[in-house]
């Protein structure tokens, strides 16, 4: 079956530069998140979506950082005048029904280095 | 203070045999998950296997095993039949309760397997 999907893979932004990055969850899952990774560490978890709902957003590092879900199921954060310390690997993860201790499947990630 | 802690930065083993990568947490949650992810060069974060603070039983899944004590704070996971594929990095994470369901994430262990 299809997995969690996320385009683009790769993307360079020039210093400035707004981004979109896409993410499609497992079909007919609730629960979407989004976890930045730079380069030699783990994930950073960003923001969190029951279906449209953002319920927690505690973790976009600045206003420059914005998420959407607007029907529940594709999910685009959008990076406003990208820095060179957004560089990162954007990672999405969906799981099913939204309980705690659910397991998070993830897509592949989209690489973004800003020039 | 690091929430999750992975000790071994990179960890060296010969095809066939057994691995234990290390991990240990910090919570005063009495609830909470485990979670260890393989992640391969491609970049994608592969879920392995999973550890309520509740269960009473280690889980187990084909070759992996994940050794929890609970009193040490440790969830370390075991690779048991060590194959060339193994090779990849490997992050402990952890859900509290409390937190909406935002993982936790370790630094990761670079695993290398040898033929």
């Known amino acids: 079956g299809a997995g969690v999907s996320q385009s683009p893979r790769y993307k360079v932004a020039k210093r400035g530069q707004d981004v979109a990055l896409r993410c499609d969850p497992i079909?007919?899952?609730?629960?979407l998140f989004w976890y930045q990774q730079a380069l030699g560490q783990g994930p950073e978890f960003l923001t969190y979506?029951?279906?449209?709902?953002?319920?927690?957003k505690s973790g976009l590092p600045s206003d420059r950082f914005f998420a959407e879900r607007p029907e529940g199921s594709v999910s685009t954060l959008k990076i406003q005048r990208t820095q060179q310390e957004d560089s990162a690997v954007y990672l999405c993860?969906?799981?099913?029904?939204?309980?705690?201790?659910?397991?998070?499947?993830f897509g592949p990630g989209t690489r973004l280095l800003v020039l | 203070a690091q929430k999750i802690t992975q000790t071994q930065p990179g960890m060296f083993v010969q095809e066939k045999e057994a691995v234990t990568l290390d991990c240990t947490y910090d919570?005063?949650?009495?609830?909470?998950?485990l979670f260890w992810y393989k992640q391969p060069s491609s970049g994608e974060m592969i879920f392995l296997i999973y550890?309520?603070?509740?269960d009473e039983q280690n889980a187990t899944e084909g070759r992996y095993s994940l050794n929890f004590q609970k009193a040490r704070k440790s969830a370390n996971l075991v690779i048991s039949a060590s194959q060339l594929g193994d090779s990849a990095m490997y992050f402990c994470?952890?859900?509290?309760?409390?937190?909406?369901?935002?993982?936790?994430w370790g630094l990761g262990t670079s695993l290398a397997v040898n033929p």
């Open positions: 993860a969906s799981s099913l029904v939204g309980e705690h201790q659910e397991t998070q499947y």
């Open positions: 079909s007919g899952h609730v629960s």
């Open positions: 979506f029951q279906n449209e709902a953002q319920l927690d």
């Open positions: 919570t005063s949650d009495q609830s909470y998950g």
């Open positions: 550890q309520g603070s509740y």
């Open positions: 994470a952890m859900e509290e309760a409390g937190n909406n369901r935002k993982l936790i």
